[in-house]
C-alpha cells in the first residue's frame, strides 16, 4: 500500500511535464490563424484566375471567392533555412460565375507560409520550376490581408 501512495507525486509530475510540452509545441510553433491561411488559398487562386483570364483573353468578371475552409493538418518543416507551416485541407468555392455543382465540389488545399518581418505578417512560399537542377528553390510572397486591401484603396 505504501509503494502506491509514493507513485502518486510521481504521476503528477509526469502527468504535469506531459501537458506542459503539449502546451509548449502550440506556442512555440502555433498553427497559422484561419484568415491567413484562408488570404493564402485566395491569393493562389487570384494568381490562378488572372492567368486563365489574359490565356482566353476574357474580361473579368465576378471573381470567385474562397469559403468552407476546413484544415485536416498543419505541421512545421524547414524550407531555406527557415521555419516553415504546411497547411492543408479543403475549401469551397462560392460567388462568381459558378454552376452549383462547382459551388459544392470540394477542393484540395496545401500551402506553405512563414512568418514575416513582423508578428503579423506571413509568407506564401511558391515553387519555383527549376530545371536546371534537381534542387526546389522557394519564392516567398507577401500575403495581403483584409487590413492591407483596405487600406490600399483611395478613400
Known sequence: METIASMRPIRWVLMALLCLSL??????????????????????????Q?????????????????????????????IAGQPTVEVAGTYHLKGGNLTSAQRHQTRDFDVYLQRGATKDQWL????????????????????????????????
Open 23 to 48: 502546451l509548449g509545441c502550440g506556442l512555440i510553433n502555433p498553427s497559422p490563424p484561419r484568415a491567413v491561411v484562408e488570404g493564402a488559398i485566395a491569393q493562389k487562386l487570384s494568381q490562378t
Open 50 to 78: 488572372a492567368v486563365l483570364y489574359r490565356q482566353f483573353a476574357a474580361a473579368p468578371t465576378e471573381r470567385a471567392q474562397v469559403g468552407h475552409i476546413r484544415i485536416t493538418d498543419h505541421h512545421w518543416t524547414e
Open 124 to 155: 506564401l512560399l511558391e515553387p519555383i520550376p527549376n530545371q536546371s537542377s534537381d534542387a526546389l528553390r522557394w519564392q516567398a510572397i507577401p500575403l495581403l490581408t483584409a487590413a492591407d486591401s483596405g487600406s490600399a484603396k483611395p478613400g
